[in-house]
Each structure stands twice: as C-alpha cells, then as structure tokens.
C-alpha cells in the first residue's frame, strides 16, 4: 500500500548543509525526509514559490514532452530504500496505456509538483525511512534527527514551507 505524502518543506540539514524534501503523511504526523542534491533542492524551491524561469528547466521539458505526447504523469510513487539510496518511479499514461519509468525522486517530486499530480511512498519505505533516517553518515543519530524533524514548526521549515 502506498502512503500519500505532501512537501513539508524544504530546508538544509544543519549537520551536513545537504538539502532536505521534509514529505508530511497526508493522513498523519509522520515526516520523511529526503537527502537530495542543490541542483534538485533549487528545481523543487523554483516551483514551490512559482517563480517563473526564463527558460523551460529540465523539469518544465519533461513535463512539456509528456504532455505534447498526448500522456499524462498520474503519480509518482518513492517505491525503495536500498543502501540509503531511494528510488521512485513515474506512473504514467499514454493513449490509455500504462507506462512506468524509473526515477531519482528528486526529479519525480520535481516534476509532480510541476504535473500537479500526487506523491506517495510505499509503505515500507515510510517504515524504514521513519525509523532509519540516516541520511549522510556523518550525520546526527537516526533518533536525533526524527525528533528534530517531527519537532518543527512552521517557523523552523523557513520560507519553503507548504
């Protein structure tokens, strides 16, 4: 079963200044987050604030190639956790044809924000994520951090917050 989740924000790990996606449970308080790279984190920000960029971005051209293909991106599902590695995969249709393909979830919650389509999580993955949330090695404790992700306010999430 998959967990329907929304962006709780967008913020920096004060441990390792690596981006974080904070997901949020839509039926729940649990968080998630996710590790992500500055490239992602700034595609993510772009159209969280909708802010308009001169030029289609990578994320803007997949969405547009999608659509002028006559398909439609139904949803995103983060489907694992392998080695502190998630992955995600787009499910998509096109001329009444199911199609899926692999993704990095960075570039899937990118593009789902953009198709304005719906993100979910596999349950395990919520599971382990909640539980091991690891992130880089260097990081705080698994239990460290899900106390200070599960404690923030709309404040702490800074002007990325939904």
Known sequence: MDVEVRIRGLMMDPATNMP???????ASDTVMPIWVGIFEANAIAIEI????APRPMTHDLTRNLIHHL???LEKVVIT??????FFAILWMRQDNEPITVDARPSDAIA?????????????QVMQSA???TSG???????EQLRGWLEGLN?????RYKM
Do not use: F, Q
């Open 130 to 132: 909640k539980l091991n």
């Open 70 to 72: 006559n398909g439609i």
């Open 49 to 52: 604030e909708k802010l308009a």
């Open 136 to 142: 880089p090695a260097e990081g705080p404790t698994a």
């Open 111 to 123: 593009l789902a924000l953009r198709a304005d389509c719906p993100i979910y999580v596999s349950e």
């Open 20 to 26: 974080i996606v904070v997901l949020k449970d839509v």
């Open 80 to 85: 694992e956790l392998r080695d502190d590695t």
């Open 154 to 158: 709309d404040e702490d999430m800074g």
